[in-house]
């Protein structure tokens, strides 16, 4: 476990908010944008670069967090943003730090600290951009990657990724007569994979930007003061794509994390430090999460009980829970 003096430290020198009226009243993801009524996916926007402040380039995927974002030569972003290809997340965040690098090398612009994000959709970032993924993180740069995850292929229709959580429909995965559930896969456990696979990486969390209040933007300055290549994925309930009124996407947040559906950690330095911790909490029945939701009204007894039982055994089986899916060694018989 990491001890109290040095969380203690972390948290100073990373200036966390401690109450919603230290957070800084100016935006640099601003009007302009057209993201739905209710979306998550453009809070994360707007609290990632409101935490790290103006001294930032922004580096975004293709998906709804580029086209709604830049529509008709209108844009909210007020930081300098480039968008890059689907799965070229990872690669454009090593270009734009190493760029920046060598300008303040050869003394063509000020030494000074800029925070390069770069941010890229569940299909961009956790399924197609991958490897570039994996080779910004092995990298000696400053840059943080989120992957925001809205569970589709979602700027396109709503297709499935790996990341769409089993039986929901999308339009690769309608219910039917002939078949009820599509989507058979269990969602990726991306965030996990990489941290521990990259010994570079300094610092990997999980968020979801509503709640609990202030967890994503501290965990963005956390990750931005400690350095080096970083990861953040966060849960983004999307009200087109998951079928809801978008007065919901608050509780549908809370839901997933109160259910263990979504844990919430940080990772620094290979030790886990739980920011909701569901192994000790009472967890939210997950029903309760997927009935709100009309991707999953095709879902009948047999169908919760399944997703129940993969949360259950994510926190009371998992070596450790809810983040890695190993149960422990096999003793070799003699
Ligand atoms: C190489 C490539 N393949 C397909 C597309 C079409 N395309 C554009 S956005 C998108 C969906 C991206 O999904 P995700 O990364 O999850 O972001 P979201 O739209 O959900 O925000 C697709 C398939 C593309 N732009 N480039
Ligand atoms: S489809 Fe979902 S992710 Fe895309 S803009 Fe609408 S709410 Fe946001
Ligand atoms: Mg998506």
């Known amino acids: ?41 453009a809070l994360v926007m707007r609290d990632f670069v409101k935490a790290s402040g103006p001294r930032t380039v922004v580096t975004g995927a293709t998906g709804c967090m580029y086209v709604a974002n ?11 943003w480039m968008h890059t290809q689907l799965g ?3 690669a454009s965040a090593i270009g734009m730090a190493a760029g920046l690098r060598a300008l303040m090398r050869k003394g063509k612009i000020k030494d000074e ?12 970032g956790g399924d197609m951009g991958l490897g570039g993924i994996s080779g910004a993180l092995q990298t000696d740069y400053d840059l943080l990657v989120i992957i925001y995850d809205n569970e589709s292929a979602a700027n ?11 039986g929901a429909q999308t339009t690769f995965s309608p219910t039917g007569p002939a078949r009820r559930i ?7 456990n991306v965030a996990a994979m990489l941290a521990v696979g990259h010994p570079n990486c300094k610092y990997v969390a999980t968020a979801c930007a509503t709640w609990p209040p202030m967890d994503y933007m501290n ?16 849960l983004d309930p999307c009200p087109k794509g998951w079928d809801y009124h978008p007065r919901y996407s608050g509780e549908l947040g809370q839901l997933a994390i109160k259910s263990g559906l979504f844990p919430l950690y940080e990772i620094i330095k290979g030790e886990v430090r739980y920011t909701y911790d569901a192994r000790k909490q009472k967890r939210v029945p997950v029903r309760e999460y997927l009935e709100k939701q009309g991707r999953f009204t095709h879902f009948i007894d047999e169908d919760y009980e399944l997703f129940q039982s993969k949360v259950d055994e994510m926190w009371n ?18």
């Open 219 to 234: 965990k963005v300055k956390k990750a931005l003061s400690i350095g080096g290549p970083t990861l953040i994925h966060t």
């Open 113 to 124: 600290k800029i925070n390069v994000i770069n941010f890229s959709g569940d299909l961009g």
């Open 70 to 80: 830049t529509s008709y030569m209108t844009t909210p972003w007020v930081v300098p």
């Open 156 to 166: 396109t229709d709503i297709q499935a990724t790996n990341l769409t959580p089993y």
């Open 1 to 41: 476990m990491v001890s109290t003096q040095q969380a203690k430290k972390e948290f100073e020198s990373a200036k966390l908010y401690t109450s919603v009226h230290n957070i800084d009243l100016e935006e640099f993801y601003s009007s302009g944008h057209r993201t739905c009524q209710g979306c998550e996916s």
């Open 182 to 188: 599509m989507h058979t896969k269990w969602k990726k």
């Open 88 to 90: 070229a997340g990872g």
């Open 317 to 334: 089986d998992w070596e450790i829970p809810g983040v890695a899916p190993l149960r422990g060694i096999l003793k070799l018989s003699q």
